[in-house]
C-alpha cells in the first residue's frame, strides 16, 4: 500500500545497542501501529498510537519504545533490553478500523 | 482471549487450479474481517474487507466470505497462477470504543504456493 514509508529495508545492529526503525506516513491518518513479525507466527501488536502525543502498548512493548510527536511519523526504537530483536518490524497507519494500511517492512538482524 | 486461526498452514497447488483458505476468529466485539496478500519480505496489501452485515465480497479472482455467527471467514481464489505463491493473513478487528479503538488480531497466515 502507498503513503507509508519505513526506512530502512535492512538494519543490522550490533548487541547492546539501540536502534530506531523510521515510519512515515502523509495519508492524514490518525491511527498508527507497530508490529513484530516472526517464521510461523502471525504478526504481533507492538505499540499503536491514536491521536498525536498519545500511544499504547501493545501485546509485546517489552524492549520497544515509541514517540509521537507529529502526525505523520511514529518511530519504534529497539532497545537493548529486547533480547531477541532480530525479525520483520511492520509499520502501518489507519484513518478508522476499517482499513489499514502497511509500509513495505523493517529487516532487523543482531549480528 | 482474541484468537483468529488460520488452516492450513501451508498449501501448495498446481497453477490454473482452485483452492480455499479458512479463518476462525474469537475476537469480540467484532467490527470488520480483512484479507491480506504478503510477498515475502514485503508489507500486506488488502485484498477484500467485510463488517458484520457483509456476507461475500470479491476482488477479482479472490472471493472471500464472512459468517458472523459461526465466526469463520474463507478465501477462495479462483484460476491460480504463479503470482499468488504468497502468506494470506486473515485479520480481525475489534470494534471502536475505549482502548482497544481499532486493535487488529492477525492469524499465522496460511503459505500458498503455485507450481507450474
Redesign the interface.
Known amino acids: 500500500?502507498g503513503g507509508?514509508t519505513?526506512s530502512p529495508k535492512y538494519l543490522f545492529r550490533k548487541e547492546g545497542q539501540n536502534v530506531t526503525l523510521s515510519c512515515e506516513q502523509n495519508l492524514n491518518h490518525d491511527?498508527m501501529?507497530w508490529?513484530r513479525q516472526d517464521p510461523?507466527?502471525?504478526?504481533?501488536?507492538i505499540y499503536?498510537s491514536?491521536i498525536v502525543n498519545d500511544f499504547?502498548k501493545g501485546d509485546i512493548a517489552e524492549g520497544y519504545s515509541v514517540s509521537r510527536e507529529k502526525k505523520e511519523s511514529f518511530p519504534l526504537t529497539v532497545t537493548s533490553a529486547q533480547k531477541n530483536p532480530t525479525a520483520?518490524y511492520?509499520c502501518?497507519s489507519?484513518p478508522?478500523?476499517?482499513?489499514?494500511?502497511?509500509?513495505?517492512?523493517t529487516?532487523l538482524t543482531v549480528v | 482471549k482474541n484468537q483468529?486461526e488460520q488452516s492450513p498452514q501451508s498449501l501448495i497447488i498446481l497453477e490454473g487450479k482452485n483452492c480455499t483458505l479458512q479463518c476462525n476468529y474469537t475476537v469480540s466485539p467484532f467490527?470488520?474481517l480483512?484479507w491480506?496478500k504478503q510477498d515475502t519480505?514485503?508489507?500486506?496489501?488488502?485484498l477484500t474487507?467485510m463488517?458484520f452485515s457483509e456476507n461475500t465480497k470479491s476482488n477479482g479472482r479472490y472471493t472471500a466470505t464472512l459468517d458472523a455467527d459461526t465466526k469463520q471467514s474463507s478465501l477462495h481464489i479462483t484460476a491460480s497462477q504463479l503470482s499468488d505463491s504468497a502468506s494470506y493473513?486473515c485479520?480481525v478487528?475489534?470494534?471502536?470504543g475505549g482502548?482497544s479503538?481499532?486493535?487488529?488480531t492477525?492469524?499465522?497466515?496460511t503459505i500458498l504456493t503455485v507450481h507450474p
Open positions: 500500500d507509508i519505513q491511527a501501529y508490529y510461523g507466527q502471525g504478526l504481533r501488536l499503536y491514536q499504547q520483520f511492520l502501518a489507519s478508522t478500523t476499517l482499513r489499514a494500511f502497511f509500509g513495505q517492512g529487516r | 483468529v467490527s470488520n480483512r491480506y519480505g514485503r508489507g500486506p496489501v488488502s474487507i463488517t493473513i485479520v478487528s475489534l470494534a471502536a482502548t479503538y481499532g486493535k487488529l492477525f492469524g499465522q497466515g
